[in-house]
Each structure stands twice: as structure tokens, then as C-alpha cells.
């Protein structure tokens, strides 16, 4: 059996096309949303999430606001740009990317965040809101997860769900939104005792370990739903040398034979992000405005 393919992009860039829609019927009441993205220092791998965020928001007909900050910044300086852009009335979302420099406390800064415009769904009253039901902004990564399997699958009430890995950004929102949707959910993670046990008995697995191929195929249940967000650059010596590849966390090869569905690395998960984070751009600027 060879699984149905996933296709994140396209999906993603239906989601897209309705996010334009939804911001040209804003743009005839005077409202242009706004997402304002804050980047400290050089990473490279953060200036290419922080240029296509750029790309695709203004793509979608809003405005895009980049701030570059030297590595050096203090947090206070980033705490004082955060306040600037809470305060900015054309800015509708704020995201500061992440990793912060090592003298920067995260958490301290996407709580200065107003929870109305964290459009990542990291603040303390948003993740607290998405667990106990209420409408909050919802972390872009599992958003786009949870579109994606209800697209596919329809209701997801009653299916066992295992979530790999406890992140805040990805494992631990995907679990709250899969319970929200009345699956059994299993969190499982670099302590979890027989892993492959707990994988072989789920219809749905996500995996956000990052860690390149750790989950084979013979670990997923025939049928079952793969969703995989790992994004890890491997060496890829038959492309020559010093080249490298993109892999996710889940074996594709093996698992494509058994799985009923799986999201391919890249062109899976990878484009949901930021598809979803538009939308909740505009959502916050529909409420802004409301
Ligand atoms: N760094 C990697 N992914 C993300 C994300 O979704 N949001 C932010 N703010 N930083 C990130």
C-alpha cells in the first residue's frame, strides 16, 4: 500500500488565497492588517523565516513590518520595541523570532507581548485560553497541523492521536488542539518507554522531535495519518561533497508504504506555518477593528 500524499503547499496556498480575499474585504472598510516581525541578531536560518514571512505577507495585500536588531541588543531595547509596536495601531500582529541571543529572556518578552496581537500564540494568556477551551490565538505550526488533518480526515473525534515531542511552540498546543477535537491524545518524548509501542497504536502521529528519520515505518499502524514537522539538514554525500538534504522526523520511504496519509519533508508542514500565520493576522485585525 503506498500512502496519499500530503500537499502542504497547496493547501497552504488555498489558505493563502483566502487570506487575500479576506484582507482585499478589509482593504474596502480602511482596514490594511498589519504583522510587525522583530528579528535580533544574524542567525541565517531565522533571516530566510523572517524575509518569506516578509514575501508572503505582502503577498497577501498587508502590510509588513521587519525590524532588525543587533545581536547585542539589550533586552530592555527589545522590551521598549515591543511596547512601541503593542502601541502602533497599524500593527495588528508582533512576532519576535525565535531563538532570542542567550542574554534575552524569551519568555519575559513574548509575555510583554499584548495577547491580542501575538499572533504566535506564545503568551502565557493564549496558551491558558487554548487549554481551557476559550478562543485564543493558536501557535501557527499546530494550527496549520490541525487544518491540515481535518481537511483530510474530517472529524478526528475519537481517534487515538500521539504527539512526539513537548515543545511549547509545537507538541504541547498540537496535543491541547487534538483534545479539542476529542481524540485520545498521547504525548510522547525522549523519556517515553517504548516509543515504538506507544507510535504503533495511533491513527494520527505527529512528530516534532527534530530528529532526522527516528521514527521508521514499521513503528506506524497501517493506515494511520503522519503528520511531520521536522525539518533537519543531513549530509547528502551522493549529491556531492558537503552537500546536504532536508529529511523530517519520520523515515518517509518505510513509512509512505503503511501509512493511510503523510506529509512529505520539504512541502508539507513547512509552508502551513506561515499560511497560518497570516490568517491569524487578519483575525487579529478583524478584532481590532471589530
Ligand atoms: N522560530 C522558529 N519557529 C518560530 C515561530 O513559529 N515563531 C517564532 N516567533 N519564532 C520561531
Redesign the pocket.
Known sequence: MSATILNGKAFAGRLQERVAEHVAGLKTQGVVPGLA?VLVGEDP??EI?VRNKGIATKAAGMNSYEHKMPAETSEADLLAKVEELNADPAVHGI?????LPKHIDDTKV?NAIRPEKDV?G?HILNVGRLATGQAAMV???PLGCLLLLRDHLGSLSGLEAVVIGRSN?VGKPMAQLLLGESCTVTIAHSRTKDLAGVVRRADIVVAAVGRPEMVPGDWIKPGATVIDVGINRIPAPEKGEGKTRIVGDVAFDSASQVAGAITPVPGGVGPL?IAC?LANTVTAACRAHG
Not at 512576532?95 to 531563538?99: G, M, N, S
Open positions: 516581525v536560518a531565522s523565516y512576532l519576535v523570532q525565535l531563538p513574548i504566535d506564545f501557535s501557527c505550526t511552540i506555518t500565520l
